[in-house]
């Protein structure tokens, strides 16, 4: 079965860091580029980043840049999201996607929430 | 980067009534665009793909069209698992973007 599972989520103090990850099964990791979408309480669907199959590009929406650095480790079939500086705005439902030009397969999600 | 513009935000429809979404970016993304329902407490689930390719087991009253700027999401008879949100997302370039959404209530 195609899968995508997301881990590391929680509550954080702003100022603060947490790295997220995005485990894939059932398919050939390594062959898809990869995203972080998220979704703020009530509000719409925000891309976060995006990653080439091999890491040769990779990409941020401007709300993130300079604070959260996408990965990924092909031989352990996973995605990261490393967030440093997060501020209460960072609150969201983050999902990891499987890009295949479209987003055919999303993970359940995982919860982050920075508050003090 | 794209901005992606949705139409109306909410929408109250009937079982069986024919919806249409629109959906307008603001630069010709050719027909990059896909469509995503999603249901509360759900990750997105993807309808439709290039404008207007069926996603795999989706059922076939869901249909998409247009071209460049603008594009429609039709539902030709609503029914009661159609009740949702719905967002377009261009992929014309690497800085993806979503429409706001429209949510679909039941009248």
């Known amino acids: 079965e195609v899968q995508l599972v997301e881990s590391g989520g929680g509550l954080v103090k702003p100022g603060g860091s947490l790295r997220l990850s995005c485990a894939a099964s059932g398919f050939t990791f390594s062959s898809y580029s990869m995203n972080w979408v998220r979704q703020a309480p009530g509000k719409g669907l925000e891309w976060v980043s995006s990653i080439s199959s091999s890491s040769s590009y990779i990409y941020y929406a401007d709300s993130v840049k300079g604070r959260f650095t996408i990965s990924r480790d092909n031989a352990k079939n996973s995605l990261y999201l490393q967030m440093n500086s997060l501020r209460a705005e960072d609150t969201a439902v983050y999902y990891c996607?499987?890009?295949?030009?479209?987003?055919?397969?999303w993970g359940k999600g995982t919860t982050v929430t920075v508050s003090s | 980067d794209i901005q992606m513009t949705q139409s109306p935000s909410t929408l109250s429809a009937s079982v069986g009534d024919r919806v249409t979404i629109t959906c307008r970016a603001s630069?010709?993304?050719?027909?990059?665009l896909a469509w995503y329902q999603q249901k509360p407490g759900k990750a997105p689930k993807l309808l439709i793909y290039?404008?207007?390719s069926l996603e795999s087991g989706v059922p076939s009253r869901f249909s998409g069209s247009g071209s460049g700027t603008e594009f429609t999401l039709t539902i030709s008879s609503l029914q009661p698992d159609d009740f949702a949100t719905y967002y377009c997302?261009?992929?014309?370039?690497?800085?993806?973007?979503f429409g706001q959404g429209t949510k679909v209530e039941i009248k």
């Open positions: 997302q261009q992929y014309n370039t690497p800085l993806r973007t």
């Open positions: 630069q010709s993304i050719s027909s990059w």
């Open positions: 996607a499987r890009d295949a030009n479209n987003w055919d397969v």
């Open positions: 290039k404008a207007s």
